[in-house]
């Protein structure tokens, strides 16, 4: 430990001087970290682990926050229980008290954050930084006192802990019931050893060395509406002249037993810069796998931090499994739609185990509750399930499963999760398509009251599954079955292109339903509209209607009514003819901000093109109308690299990456710029789907030991390199070179026996070289290739 970071504390009932462990800020010194804005420090922040997290604002305060269960989503949560709803600290010198309840400053690091006060006293600034361990119902707080002065200075330093020991949403469904929290200290171990009073629920909390005092007098202002105790340690620290000393606090929490939160406190508090140092190293692994470097920093920049964001949104209950969970802070628990996005985006960043955990997970759970292939749209920590699922989270599951199956090419993973894949499509349209024509009645993403007949994307969906589910039969070896399966994927198909395609909106249909659905449904869009003053929607929903109400009482056909985003899924999917594929992209672009794409397009206004203010103000009520958010921007992207328009996919990209950093440093809000939830786990679909699948163009088939790359790279990236991109047991990496008409790739992998197929669009180049060698080129339905093998391949194209 250098001079610079000694740290002592002296304790008033002590002779001698205790020194603290080594300062964990030492390990993030050469860390990458991201400063907040000083207009956004009232809002929150997450310091995240895989068993506990927390979530309160970035000044330091932890106000009540959250919908789903009424101000209580923030603090910290240890799955399925609360521990507390947060924290106060303060600092007395000549028995003057300052409470530490606005900080000036506020960095955030991938695994980490921390809070800076500035002159807190005479000469006193003070640092608050927190990490989670891995794998640990556990968290370490540790505060640094800066003293500036030539002469040392002794201060009173109280930490003051708000319990709240309460179950998750949903908690009643499985007798989780709250009680009143009681604190007991245990001067032995100088701790402070809290229990709901009713349930075998713990938060212990203390630091490594003794308290001078202890109380339960509430200190610092903090407001609470839960059944939680207030409880205090207080120290006595003297910090040499012009030095820093630290002290950090522990805590630790259970739903088992107090034996077990001792157990992993004592573990931390001995282990905290050990673990910290694993957390570290295990993040610089995430941020060299999949590693991409483009001429646009900011986008490099926000791609690798929401590998990041990712990593924080784990969430292991050992009784019930580890997964993705879809955001914080109001939805810490498991989605079957947002976790097939997410996995699907996922595996193409090389973490495997994640993914698999995650499958098992959903799967688990949905076989439970189901037991018919239907796959859960919402489940809580407890295992309690709010909502049996969605028709989309069926055909989802059947492509995230495909998805998975052709980046590790895993025979046995296909094999266990094959069988739900087959019950659900039987499902789908034995149980939801009354008129038997292939197209599932029910609620699909949009959740507006009504929209559930046959819907765009459920449509869609089901296309894409089918076509899935016929590869996947086909490798386990039942041909009948893919050939039956691949019927129905082009049936669906030709219907998508007919049915849903309406030319005079030069959009696919938001639904099929009959004359007096629709009816109902542009009664309620026009009420929405006007209550949102968009008066161009009105206007356009009354043509609509007075063109409805001329139509046969017996009409079913395709209507546009919401411009909903899901209209867009058929160029995601790659599902829509070409003709009509770029008309539906050109009229989707006319519903954005400056941030991306409207969740309902009729929410848009003529604003709406150049504001790129907050969304934040002004919402007294938790709603997502007139939301723009990054998975419907992310389904616009992919779309649009489906149909060869990389530039315009970039310019989508471009807008989801105005809203990185833009509230919380280092991640991506929900709804944008800044509502909703502070990370969102679909981010992971938008970004590395449209990156590392489309500009990269690498699409393995891992079972046969292939990879094709068929890049399609903006025209602005005239070089472009990827790292360390797993599939089955290879890892290739690639650099891009574009000058003039020449191209240059150097592609690498681990095995070089694997096969590459590397593809341009027909005619694009005439002379290919490989390793310095011209070579003959194979064509194909829409391409050229080459393929070719070996651990090192220089191609040069023009």
Known sequence: MTAGFAAFVLLSTCVQQTVAQQPLQALVKQVES?????????SPFVTAGNRLYMVGHQDGRFPDLGWHITGEMGGIWDHPIKLMDGFTASVAIDQKEVCLDKADAFINYPFANKHLYQQVA????????????????????????????????????????????????????????DAPDQAIWDAKSQVWVAKDQKNDWFVVFGANVPARQHHQNKGCEFVS??????????????????????????????YKSAEAARRTLADVQKNAYVYLKSKKDRYATIDQLASVHVPDKKLEQAFRWVKYNTDWLIREVPEIGRGLSAGLPDYPWWFGADGCYTLSGLITTGNRQLVYDSVDLLNKISEKENGNGRIIHEVSTNGAVYNPGNLNEVPQFASMIAAVYRWTGDKNFLRKYFPTVKKGMSWLLAENDKDKNLLPDGFGMMEIHGMNSEMIDVAVYTQEAFANAAYMASELGDKTLAMDYQRKASTLKTKINTDFWVPESGSYADFIGTKAEALQLVEGAIVRADTLHKPWAVEELKATQRKLRALPDDTKKGFVLHHNWVVNTPMETGVADPDKADIALRTASKFTNPFGLFVTGIDRDE?????????????????????????????????????????????????????????????????????GMVTQAWNMYSYAVPIIKQFFGIRPEASRK?????????????????????????????????????????????????????????????????????????????????????????????
């Open 34 to 42: 991201i400063s907040g804005k000083k207009e956004y420090l009232a």
């Open 122 to 177: 005479d000469g006193l600034d003070m640092e608050r930084f927190q990490f989670v361990p891995d794998n640990k119902e556990s968290m370490v707080v540790e505060y640094t006192f800066i003293n500036k002065q030539s002469r040392p200075l002794t201060l009173q330093f109280t930490w003051t802990a708000h319990t709240d020991l309460r179950p998750t949403w949903l908690g009643e469904r499985t007798n989780m019931v």
């Open 225 to 254: 509406a839960g059944k939680g105790c207030a409880a205090s340690l207080v120290y006595t620290i003297t910090v040499p002249a012009n030095r820093k000393t630290q002290l950090p606090i522990t805590i630790a929490g259970s």
């Open 607 to 675: 604003s709406a093109g150049t504001d790129e203010g907050s969304f934040t103000l002004n919402k007294k009520i938790f709603t997502y109308t007139g939301a723009v958010m990054t998975l419907p921007t992310g389904v616009a992207t992919i779309g649009e690299n489906k149909y060869g328009h990389p530039d315009k996919a970039l310019g989508y990209l471009k807008r989801m990456t105005k809203t990185f950093s833009y509230a919380f440093p280092g991640s991506i809000y929900e709804v944008s710029p800044d509502y």
């Open 706 to 798: 292939l990879i094709v790359i068929q890049p399609q790279m903006p025209s602005a990236w005239d070089k472009a390199s990827i790292e360390k991109v797993a599939t089955g047991d290879n890892m290739v990496s690639m650099d891009y070179a574009k000058a003039g008409e020449q191209l240059t790739l150097l592609i690498r992998q681990k095995q070089p026996n694997w096969t590459v197929r590397l593809a341009f669009s027909k005619g694009k180049y005439r002379n290919w070289q490989v390793n310095g060698k011209k070579v003959s080129v194979q064509s194909g339905t829409d391409s050229d290739f080459v393929e070719l093998s070996g651990s090192s391949i220089r191609v040069q194209l023009q």
